[in-house]
């Protein structure tokens, strides 16, 4: 039952609402709505109890594994939720001065810092509100960079086949051509082919390390020098950091420029959509353009460092300073972690991944790159069983969900048909990864056995299989527009 | 589990990477600390922030919000699920969201609302970029230089790279509000959208009627960039002049998210259906399942950067999905007569406040000119210096608008929304008296050492 | 699976324990214990999961319609919550100075003012921790009472028939006999025999009104008349203080002392179990008696009244000073209601109640009392499908699970046979009413057409129906004794 | 509705109130005030209680609580729901409790936990009615005057009725330990239970061995009363002597739960499973649904009061359900080790605090003897003056012995939880030193005046 259904003309919670005796009578009458907006007119208990009640509806990392590849769903400690909703911090307005931010504005320094030194880079702004918005600030700076060079002849990003539909989307935004480069067999980037595509209409290679295919590209060095050596610029998606930190710098790869996404590397919660953030580092040579704000230091306080400070700053993305209380959470996990926690992470990231797809693979299950290490994620391909049995990796992803497990991602990288990207993440315990094995595997048995049983799961979720032709075709956006 | 990968030691695990590359450790992030220790030092920092009676506006305000958004919106199946692309496990986030569209919709006076955006700012970037993608050919944006000088810095920006021209609207010196007038000049000009404001920075209503037929006489789309709360109480962009407006976008904070140092908000961005194709941002539709029952899920994807990839209609992936949870439940439980008068409160609250402050000696109210709950207010001294003094009795006061708008003088956007009290408006106007005559009386030693 | 199926031995969360350095070396060997307790070692996410997704296994008032009759089950505003926890309330130390908790204080003289008012009694004491030990604190005071008239020779509590199972368990503890008096047809006290049962060894009398039976004594000036008369004192058991707010005050019926059910009437919330709050109200009478501290106002500063304040307090019930984080949950809860909340409290739940029986009883269930008005509660019987279907009452009460409804109390007051006590509260809405009524109505049909069916739920529920008598025979109380 | 029953308005329903009793109007109670304006005076309320560092123990102690205690614990489900009758309904709660039961039964070393009881002296004073049942005939139990003296008055307020006789056991002058010699006054004696704390209430660690074996010499019951912090380091009841302590209970709130002023906490309580069917209090068992799978259910009711009525072993009901759920979190988080590394971290803490106010002149320790967590320290003026200079400080010095133990002269108990960092413990030995200083060389005008 949707909440409007519940809604009772006139029902308003006077524990809510101000007392009706507000004088607006300067406001002219046509100025003025007159009919009010279809919001629900319900109790208090009834808006507690829907809501909760949907909520239940819901997988989640607190009520389930969710090893949705290149998402990096981990346990978000309630640590990070409590401390960062410290009523000072709640309360406290963006525009109000920076002496009555100095707490809240250390954590930022302070985090800017251990960015800084994770990713090997010489600067970091926390702006940007997500990878995307991460993305669009790095590639913005690239055009900066070239342009102020007066390099106007560089009007194209190179980004793999396999690369995140964020990378295309992104170089378009920013007013670029997209050029596709192809993966080899083995994970690599096709190295010839990508020498073949640079040159002086190069402004920049966008990639991702280790990449969306669970491998990390062992040319990494020759990719830089080749993307450097046409002058071009080498930007680093940094979804994938949760398996290198502590042991692998972006910057000694040589990258230019890179985002992190807080939200996974730094366990920020994703809230069932958002809000993430997506701080962006730079070497040197980009470090003129970073985004403002950021925190600067200055005579012994924190403040903001604004237009006046960074003349060439391509500016600012949003109305404030980023997703402070995202910062603030990914901050403090940042301290209960430390750098050996962080170190950790990537090492049991990569751990539980590979140990799954051993067992996975001495299962039968086929691997994409069965010759690779895992990094903190792996594909395996269900595209025999499509084959042969007509059951597809979505069939297989909607039965999962009746044995209790979210199902990875599917259908992504493109390059991989009838693809599983797995991604276990560090928080996750070994009794969570045989579980999920297990259920894989009998999965597939089933799938062979009874086709029309797995093709019409799931059968234990709130709703049985949904008819997205349905949804798009037809359109049913808002209540009470049908 | 290392026995089963086949190999003696993780370090084994990481034997593809250049070891010329392996040289990662960390030496400027401190060592961890347990809980508690991280408690204390949090603590301790909030505590040095401390609390401030807070009068500023500009866009973000503190309102009450109810107990029960948080304690609700943190319930680890809304805060630890991700995008529901398992539409059947996540009934729970995919039905909350298309209430809170049909929320949305329903108050803006449009057929369709996205999942959110990232924030205001930027949400409005992105109605101009939906704007260029509907009128294909046109590329000029009007934007009334009375919209929040951050929003057009942001749209600056984001837009900056895609060939649009933005030109400023200027504002009336009586009056504050956009020259209509000045819409006419760029008849024949290909004019893809015209911003509207409502209320503008200043917090004066616009005459949206007309702007908005303006901006279709220019055979373009006519954005409203509105506040939420605002529109409890004013006519909704889909009931501007005889079309409506085409999108409307705006920060959402204002419904039950905390002021929070400046984010997590949200954008939102409303539209007649026609555009639904062009509009960025995940949506939500019902369909059925294949037993015939109702069910949710992310629909349109074929705008979206996951599909179309470098056609998409924009990068947005991670939007702020949990703020939308915030805001449905803020909703649900003001209903719509508690917004109503959350809204017509704070309007009566910042009308005391415009009272007892203009009743101070060198205090006048900058346009008088029908407003809604912002208010701009000219002092007879320096802004930042006052503002300052006052900050020191825990009072923030305002935000000094002289330097991005040096044509007002010394000009101060404040308002008072329904958390200030009387007692809290008169303490302000106490201490703004005593510390202008002061001042005038005896300014501080730097001007004297100027004079 | 139970969280200690979980554990693996040597797992520690690093975030939540001390470094391992600490110097113990000063505590003899012989006094240490040799062995680690049986308490899982799991990860923080795995107690996340394991505790999010049991709770989950819950009815509860934020998920379900929850009709306990005699329990009071409604809405526990989120505000009471968010605003008893604030940290400072948190953190300050019982045995702290009153300097340090003047707020605190005030609260809890506030909350006496209020209930005193609502009670009409001369003073009250918030220490009792429950109902049960605000019983067992009034029943000490009428016995002190007694006792310091060197009236030692009653002995007697009277308790009717209907009382709730605290009642005599309470007179026993204070050392009394227990004397059942009987309920007349229509609900009310047997008169007669109660001036019977009256006389020098009467200690006293108590009395739940509205009663545990759904109705008003009506005859209560008399019974008071009755039990005074004979020298014997007159105690309220406030459990059903919610149907009566601001309309009618226990002192006003001649009752010389009274506890409430702060977690019944003042909305505190049960979790699953407790804690709740009992204070005690009294009259002029009894105030020497009241038991500490409570709170006085001294000289402009709030202190609690201690032993030498009240020489002849029957003393303390508990280390401390009662539920103090439930009582700040009942003040705020008080203060957001007010005076007209309070009333309109007692008006809807009477009204909801009514509607409710009168619904039931025109779908042709059976009542109790059918020509009585309903108090906020009432009791229906299933005593004839019983006897021709033999379906019983725990039967219903399971199908209603089914249909997504807590069962009402069943079996209780013992003098009804497969009764149900059903209460609604004032914070429903009409439409669970009516799904309520519905429910209730069709399993009835259900129950003559297929008495099995209803004799074998629940069905949906996480567990099928379970074996008492097993749970009672085999006595599996820890997990690994078996 | 009111047509459906048939009444005209909602007075008529109130139509069975003898019409002079429906007076009911509420003149105390003030005006209902919406959550906004609550939120306000209760965070003004709560500002003026302030932030103290505590050193206070005795029975009651700060520890760090892991976020995740709290905000699991007040997720709906658990937090409104009501004692578990409905078995199947209530799965959450009850496996939570057999859950609970375990830990408890195991960090005792005894067979059998309740689901709680009100709190730990209340806890006490139901153990030794537990001992009277199982004795019958014997009513005298001896209770250490080491004992909190709060806990000795509660037990004296809910037996007294009983016809039971409470004996106080000296403690030694010297060590602060229960004399175990002065237990043979009572051979012979129809004694039904001694009390055995472990620490007491000085901090001592008591011979439990000897205590327990002394009391089965006797033919009574041993009840432990302990710490359950400490039981993660120390020798659980169940191990005491040769047969183990017989009954076990304690204050609950170090597991997980705030201080609150004083509540709400937990009394727990454990024993030998011989004595099952004699303790109060809800227990959970284990069971079959009529499928077979495992469930869990309330058990062996027919000990309790809406069962027994008159003969039940207590009058409780309601109990401290939220708080255990609390407890089994905290637990789960800290696990095994944890716990006894908490436990080994206050030990030490108060051994630096020890030592640092023992370096003051005027300061030493009443007792030379091992000690857990809390420890009783003797200055050389009156305690409660120097307490109040100490707050002025923001320190919250312990607990003032000098009422209640004459005998021990200043005394003060006082202890530092892992809560506390060494510089909070040496600012107070700072503040300490500097006030008895002071105060010795210029006592207050009250007692220049006394002089
Ligand atoms: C590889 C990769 N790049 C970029 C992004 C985009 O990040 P966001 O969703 O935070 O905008 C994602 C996240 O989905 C990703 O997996
Ligand atoms: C009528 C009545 N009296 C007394 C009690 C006992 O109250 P508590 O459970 O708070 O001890 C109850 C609660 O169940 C009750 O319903």
Redesign the interface.
Known sequence: M???E?S?A???????????D???S???Q?????T?????????????????????????????F?P?GS?T???????C?????????????????V??????L??MFDLQ??L???T?MKAVSLSP?????G??TGV?MI?AYHDAKGDSERVEILVPDAA???N?????????Q?REIPTLADGDVDLDALRQAVGPRTAGLMLTNPSTLG??E?H??EVAQVVHGAGGLLYYDGANLNA??????PG??EFDVIHM?L?KTFST????????AGPVGVNERLLPFL?IPYVIEDGGEYRWAVEQDCPRS?????????????LMRAY?Y??????????RVA?FA???A??MM??LK?NGIEMAYPT???THEFIATVKTLKEENGVSAMDV??RL?DKGF??P?VY?PLLVPECFLIEPTE?????ELDGFIKAFTDILDEAREDPEMVK?A?YT????????V???R????????S | ??D????SD?DQ??????A????????????????ME??R????????????I?F?G???Y?H?I?A?V?E?T????????????????????L?????F???M???L?L???N??L?????ALAEAI?AAVRVKKKARTVLIPRAV?P??R??V???V????IKLVEIPFSATEGTTEVSALRDYEGDAVAAVVVPQPNYFGL?ED??TLTDSAHELDALAIGLVNPTA??????PG?WGSDGADIAVG?GQPLGI?????????GFMCCK?KY?RQIPG??????????G?????L??Q?R?????????T????????????AA??Y????????????A??C??NT?ILVEKLTAIDGVKRCFEH?F?HDVVIQLDQPVADV??AI?AQGI?AG?DLSSEYPELGNALLTCAT?SRTVDEIENYATHLERILSRRSLDPPCAEKVAQ
């Open positions: 949707l909440i409007f519940q009772r006139g029902c308003t919670n006077p524990s809510q609402a101000p007392d009706d507000s004088d607006i300067d406001i002219p046509y100025l003025l709505r007159d009010p907006p279809n919001i629900p007119s319900v109790s208090e208990l009834q808006t507690v109890r829907h809501y909760t009640r949907l909520s239940q509806k819901n997988f989640s990392i607190d009520t389930h969710y949705l998402c769903m981990k346990y978000n400690p309630r640590a939720n409590k401390y960062a909703m410290l009523p000072e911090f709640l309360n406290r307005h963006p525009y109000s001065s002496q009555t931010g100095q707490g809240f250390a954590c810092e251990i800084q030194d994770i090997g509100l997500a990878g995307a918005q993305e669009f913005s055009r995140h539909g964020t295309p989307a992104t170089a378009t935004m920013c007013g670029y997209v491998v990390f062992r990494i060095l290198i930190m502590g042991k692998v710098k000694d790869m996404n939200h919660p994703h809230g069932g959509g958002g809000p993430g985004p391509i500016g600012r993305l949003s109305a404030n300073m980023g997703n402070a209380g995202v403090i940042a301290r209960l972690l430390g750098r050996e926690g962080m170190r090492e990569t751990l539980n590979n140990y051993q067992c001495h690779r290490r895992a992803a909607k969900l979210h199902a991602t992504f928080t996750e315990s070994k009794e019409n799931p979720t709130p709703v049985r299989r949904l008819d997205e349905r949804a798009a037809d359109m049913d956006l808002a209540w009470g527009d | 589990m290392l089963a990968i086949g190999v993780i695990l990481f034997s593809e990477i250049p010329e590359l392996q040289s990662g450790r960390l030496t400027n992030v401190p060592p961890g600390i347990p809980e991280l408690a030092v949090m603590t301790a920092r909030s505590q040095q922030d401390g609390r401030y807070n500023i500009g866009g973000v503190e009450h109810p029960a948080w609700l943190t319930r680890g199946e809304f805060y630890t699920a991700y995008t529901p692309y398992q539409a059947e496990a996540s009934q729970g986030t039905q909350l969201v298309y209430e569209q049909t929320m919709a329903s108050l006076a057929d369709i609302s999942a959110s990232y924030e205001g700012a930027s970029l929040n951050v929003y810095k942001v600056e920006t984001i900056r790279n895609q060939n209503l949206v009627d529109m409890a109480l004013l006519k909704p009931n920060e905390p002021l929070s140092s400046g984010g997590p908000y949200m259906s639904v995940r949506i939500v539709g019902r369909t059925r399942d294949d037993q029952n109702d069910g949710f899920t629909t349109l074929a979206e950067q996951h599909i179309r990839r470098s056609k998409a924009s990068n947005i992936c991670t939007n702020q999905g949990l703020m939308v949870v449905t439940l909703m649900s439980l003001l209903g719509p007569e508690g917004l109503r008068r959350v017509a409160r309007h009566h009308n029908p809604f503002m300052r900050e923030s935000i329904e």
